[in-house]
């Protein structure tokens, strides 16, 4: 990743924070209730770029580092806003406190304070919701969708909190902006108005949980490369009935006409039940997002690929010739749950640069330290992972250990929402 790339984010936050912050800046006021002021514009500056970075468009996720660092950015960049507006009031009561208990009291208290304060105070609440959502990774999807709801409300709140302060129209350009990005983001990502319209053309059973699904394109087509992963949301068909909510495929083939293929593993309610889509069922998919296997050097690689992570690999090895040695470890629990181990031994025997070696893992999570290269086989090696979070965590780790710099080490996970 270039310098510029890396610094894109810091860079639009400290613009975002630093525009309200210098344009509100207090002028002779105490020490605290200047603190506060300034507290709040920093919070809502943290928030308007969170809300940036929720913003799911490949054109600006290719030059902010891809889809995956968005969200990581995003979830900091929410949490220290709420950490940031939570000391806002707390600093109110501390002016207060200066001149009696009673009036740092009237600063907590909503039942002492008028519409401003009960809005800021619902503004606070809707927004502890929406960040618990990001301190629940395990929450299930539904609840997680409507607790990140809440962050919209928290917004909307927010913005009427301040229109009841009567603040200069001029700052109201934060909040505005912020109900800007929500609603650009439920438009042309959760309601699909982005989305290109494909058609489900073949299916193929690869494992009994897991399908290839090949998708023909009714209108342009997405430009995508091999490593790159879209948002597919699949509607109805002549017996299937869609979940019409976006997830994350990875593609693993691309054809010429513009058509391509997803693998998918029935991991959550979704994904079981696409293991039932059928030809003919219309799907509208977003992207491409993912800069996985891209401008790979020149030298050595390793590919280790766990379950369903073998699609990126695949859809290189299919789609192009190998100039460099590679070396790929694939993981999987059982010869049923292989998904396409024959074609790539096929492959493997077509092409003299690729080394293949699958592991079954029936118990759990394979033995690495035996299964991976020693550190002597890494030296100059770039090394490529994806697959289950715990899998790529592992693995990193054991890797770090016998030697290969951060900067060789390239992951796609699976774990982002």
């Known amino acids: 990743m270039s310098i510029a790339c890396r610094l894109s984010i810091p860079l639009i936050t400290a613009l975002l924070v630093g ?9 002779e006021l105490s020490g605290w209730r200047s603190f506060a002021i300034v507290a709040g514009w920093i919070g809502c500056g943290l928030l308007l770029a969170s809300l940036l970075l929720m913003v799911r468009e490949p054109w600006l996720a290719s030059r902010l580092g891809g889809l995956e660092r968005m ?3 995003h979830h900091r960049l929410g949490m220290a806003a709420y950490l940031v507006l939570l000391s806002h009031p707390l600093a109110l009561a501390a002016d207060g406190w200066e001149e009696q208990a009673a009036y740092a009291w009237a600063e907590l ?3 002492q304070q008028g519409w401003p304060g009960w809005l800021g105070w619902a503004a606070l609440i809707a927004m502890m919701g929406g960040m618990a959502a990001a301190l629940a990774p395990r929450l299930p999807y539904p609840a997680w969708r409507g607790l990140h709801g809440l962050l919209a409300a928290a917004v909307v709140l927010a913005f009427a909190h301040l229109l009841l302060l009567g603040l200069d129209y001029l700052l109201l350009w934060t909040p505005l902006l912020a109900m800007t990005f929500l609603l650009w983001r439920a438009l042309r990502a959760d309601y699909g108005l982005a989305a290109r319209p494909y058609v489900v053309s073949q299916v193929h059973r690869l494992a009994p949980d897991m399908v290839e699904v090949s998708l023909t394109p009714l209108a342009q087509s997405i430009s995508a490369r091999p490593g790159q992963f879209v948002l597919a949301a699949f509607l109805d068909g002549p017996q ?3 979940c019409r909510e976006f997830h994350p495929f990875t593609i693993s083939d691309l054809a010429a006409d513009g058509g391509l293929s997803l693998g998918i593993k029935a991991l959550g309610d979704c994904t079981r039940h696409f293991q039932t ?4 069922v219309a799907a509208r998919l977003q992207g491409p997002f993912g800069t996985f296997l891209a401008n790979r050097p020149g030298g050595p690689s390793l590919w280790i690929a ?7 690999f695949l859809a290189v090895l299919r789609t192009m010739a190998l100039h460099q040695p590679v070396r790929l470890i694939y993981l999987h629990r059982s010869s049923r749950d292989a998904a396409y181990l024959d074609e790539l031994q096929a492959l493997a025997e077509a092409q003299p640069y690729l080394s293949l070696a699958a ?4 118990d759990g999570m394979p033995d690495l330290p035996a299964v991976l290269p020693a550190a002597a086989d890494l030296v100059g090696v770039d090394c490529y992972l994806c697959g289950p979070p715990g899998l790529l965590m592992a693995a990193v780790a054991l890797l770090q250990t016998r030697g290969v710099a951060p900067h060789r080490l390239h992951c796609e996970r699976f774990d982002f929402r």
């Open 359 to 362: 592991v079954a893992n029936a």
């Open 109 to 111: 208290s909503p039942g």
């Open 71 to 73: 969200y990581v950015w």
């Open 19 to 27: 525009a309200p912050v210098f344009w509100a800046f207090p002028d």
């Open 240 to 242: 299937f009935r869609g």
């Open 277 to 280: 889509v059928e030809r003919g």
């Open 306 to 312: 766990g379950g369903i992570g073998i699609t990126p």
